[in-house]
């Protein structure tokens, strides 16, 4: 599987303001995706991060809410704009080699808003 | 879309004894089902998966088998050992369109005890 790294590993945010969160992948790959994570709770798919178009979001999250870009095949930013306290989760990036349906996860942010 | 249960929530074993965590799926079209393993601060890793054109798959201390006709597939760990102790998550694909598509189940926190 590729190596997969995130920054920040975790940062504490005022509300009302933006974080953005790189994902870093060391090889080309066709899918990315990412998740959020609750406290102590599963994951939940935001959106598929796909190359050189718009991402593809779940339902219960937009794209002002939660702008993707994906401008190569190993690098993708997620934005987490106008936060709030109810923001605060862990927030993962993973991606699927091509042509398969599994997927390696990167080691998270950990983003608390207060 | 695709519903995935998993229980029990939380599992405390003596070490070497056995322990096995249960998902139920619901969209019949699934037909990947990965395991996965998160330790505290770590994000997600994969350790064993199934597809559906087998029943059971191997892999030393680690087991999943997978009845399709119940829908519900199953990870059974022998011979536990206190570095085993992490939160186990299982996970179905959406199977059509929505390829590589992930969705999982609530979590089962597994502690071994020496």
């Known amino acids: 599987s590729a190596v997969i790294s995130q920054k920040p590993s975790r940062d504490i945010c005022q509300r009302g303001t933006s ?19 609750q406290p102590g709770q599963s994951l939940t798919l935001i959106a598929t991060a796909n190359q050189g178009s718009e991402a593809t979001y ?25 936060m709030s306290p ?19 996860f990167g080691p998270g942010t950990r983003l608390t808003v207060l | 879309g695709e519903n995935v249960e998993q229980h029990p929530s939380t599992l405390s074993v003596q070490e070497g004894d056995s322990a096995v965590i249960k998902c139920t799926y619901s ?11 998160q330790e505290l601060g770590k994000g997600p890793q994969l350790i064993i998966d199934i597809r559906s054109n087998v029943g059971e798959k191997k892999d030393q201390r680690i087991a999943v088998t997978l009845n399709k006709t119940a829908k519900h597939f199953s990870l059974h760990i022998t011979e536990t050992q206190p570095e085993d102790s992490a939160v186990y998550f299982c996970a179905a694909n959406a199977g059509g369109t929505s390829y590589g598509k992930l969705t999982f189940g609530q979590g089962t926190i597994l502690t071994v005890h020496p």
């Open chain 2, 27 to 37: 969209d019949s079209a699934s037909n990947y089902f990965p395991w996965y393993k």
């Open chain 1, 86 to 104: 109810e923001d605060s989760s862990i927030y993962l990036c993973s991606e699927s080699p091509t042509g398969t349906d599994t997927q390696y």
């Open chain 1, 19 to 37: 974080l953005t969160i790189q994902c870093q992948v060391d090889s080309q790959v066709t899918m990315m995706f990412w998740y959020r994570q």
């Open chain 1, 58 to 82: 779940e339902s219960g999250f937009v794209i002002d809410k939660f702008p993707i870009s994906r401008p190569n095949l190993t690098f993708s930013t997620l934005t987490v704009s106008n």
